[in-house]
């Protein structure tokens, strides 16, 4: 029998959880998650962070960020979950530990492994255990862990790569339902052991060495962020031919072999993976000695797509000095109050600078938001107070109430009805009805007054 499967009589339940508990060391969006699901599949789970007063938070039921589902589990399994900053508490109960730290971006866009070596630096000699990584780590990670685990002679740790590919405003069912496992080990011991927790999920399991599964992570996040660069690209070429990017994406998203998922164009990407994963990937490339060319174009073609909108705003209002700009939407994306790179920030920014006035609104990001935002920057509780005597409204976050926003009386109390919308979220017909002049990404402009179709175009005939 493997001892590091957890083994118990009868299958757990979240009602009765059963077998050795599961270490979760830093509890972020992955690792509280990947605790709660866990809690949920009936172990009990010991939490980890340094962070004391997020630690005192969890104890009293209170998650440290906006993420649904997850307040819920958090009460449902409140007596199955222990939070700790101990780390005496994790390294010897568990036999598995899982290590959910963050790698943000170094100075040199590498990613900055420090919590995940403190990790490392924190587990006993004589220790027995699985270290399960989640975090994402440049490939080669694994192995020079492992390499000095051995070397400090902790040799009763065994690492396996289990990468993580939540969504952040889906979190908790991403992990409940994955699409996949992926598990990298040199030992199949370990492998099990960690197959053994996600087994009741039953996703198809991708079994590999580490390197590979640490790539997989890397490879995955940083063709999605190519498919975003890619259709905001077609946007940007439909806006100068005149095609609608959003027949486009369709009739490309029906090809089986390219999909639907991830063709909506936008104002870039944002979030705590995308843009540290593609530069991770590319610098790791770099590293290792080969230019990973697409990428570098990726991470431009997001950075201009962000103030592409700036120029389009300039240009509709003639000047930006002195224009009230009202921001919908902060959080890098709906369903979460998350604004790590998001494209709110970097607009505010160019918006600020070129002498605009600023007005946002986020249903779910605090006023803490205020600090990272231009001086003078003013924040509103509704949506429609963002609006009203504003020269433009931006789009910028695709929360669905921004839907209600399209009414005739919300249009009218904005000094120039013109809506923005750099999520393509709203029916530009809807949006013109109610007397906006509406302009989205790559997609053809939406006036309130019927458009002449019977009028001749202006287009310059050859040779004339
Ligand atoms: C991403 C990956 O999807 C997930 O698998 C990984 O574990 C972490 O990184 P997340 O950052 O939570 O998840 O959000 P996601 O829904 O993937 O969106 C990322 C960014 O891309 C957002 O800014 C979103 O607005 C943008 N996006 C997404 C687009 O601009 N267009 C799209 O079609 C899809």
């Not at 340094?50 to 969890?58: G, I, M, N």
């Not at 496992?181 to 060495?209: I, Y």
């Not at 013109?432 to 790559?442: D, I, M």
Request: proline share 8%; charged share 20%; net charge negative.
């Amino acid at each position: 029998m493997n001892p590091l499967v957890p083994s118990s009589p009868a299958p757990p339940t979240p009602e009765s959880p059963a077998g050795p508990p599961v270490g979760i060391v830093g509890t972020g969006y992955v690792g509280l998650v990947t605790g709660l699901a866990l809690a949920e599949l009936g172990h009990p789970v010991i939490c980890l962070d340094v962070d004391r007063a997020k630690v005192a938070a969890l104890r009293a039921g209170q998650a440290p960020f906006h993420e649904p589902g997850v307040d819920a589990l958090l009460a449902r399994h409140r007596d199955h979950l222990r939070f700790t900053t101990d780390p005496a508490e994790v390294f010897g109960p568990c036999p598995v530990v899982f290590v959910t730290v963050d790698t943000p971006p170094g100075p040199s866009g590498d990613a900055d492994l420090s919590r995940v070596e403190a990790v490392v630096a924190a587990i006993p000699t004589g220790a027995e255990l699985v270290m399960a990584m989640k975090s994402t780590v440049p490939a080669g990670t694994g192995r020079r862990i492992t390499r000095h685990l051995r070397a400090t002679g902790r040799h009763g740790v065994r690492y396996v790569s289990n990468p993580e590919f939540l969504r952040e405003g889906s979190a908790v069912p991403d992990v409940l339902h994955p699409e996949r496992v992926v598990l990298g080990a040199d030992d199949a011991v370990a492998a099990d052991a960690v197959a053994a927790l996600w087994a009741p999920l039953g996703a198809p399991v991708v079994r590999c060495d580490v390197a590979s599964a640490e790539m997989v992570k890397l490879a995955a996040n940083a063709f999605l962020a190519t498919k975003i660069s890619f259709v905001n690209e077609i946007a940007n070429v439909c806006d100068a031919v005149g095609a609608d990017v959003a027949t486009v994406a369709r009739g490309m998203g029906l090809d089986s072999r390219i999909g639907a998922a991830f063709l909506n164009p936008g104002i870039g990407y944002g979030g705590s993976c995308f843009p540290k994963d593609v530069a991770a990937l590319k610098q790791l490339a770099g590293n290792s000695g080969y230019h990973f060319q697409l990428l570098s174009a990726v991470i431009e073609v997001n950075e201009l797509q962000k103030r592409r909108i700036v120029v389009h705003l300039a240009d509709r209002l003639g000047q930006l000095q002195g224009a009230r700009i009202a921001l919908l939407g902060l959080a890098f994306k709906p369903g979460t109050d998350d604004l790590r790179e998001a494209s709110s920030l970097v607009l505010a920014a160019r918006l600020a600078a070129e002498g605009a006035t600023l007005v946002v609104h986020d249903p779910v990001v605090g006023d803490h938001a205020l600090g990272l935002l231009p001086p003078g920057t003013a924040k509103v509780a509704r949506a429609a107070d963002a609006l009203a005597g504003a020269d433009a409204a931006i789009v910028v976050t695709e929360w669905p109430e921004y839907l209600d926003l399209v009414r005739p009386e919300v249009a009218a109390s904005m000094a120039r009805p013109l809506l923005v919308d750099g999520r393509n979220l709203i029916d530009p017909e809807a949006a013109a009805s109610a007397g906006f002049e509406w302009v989205g990404v790559g997609r053809p402009d939406c006036f309130p007054a019927q458009i002449d179709l019977e009028a001749p175009a202006a287009v310059p005939v050859a040779g004339s």
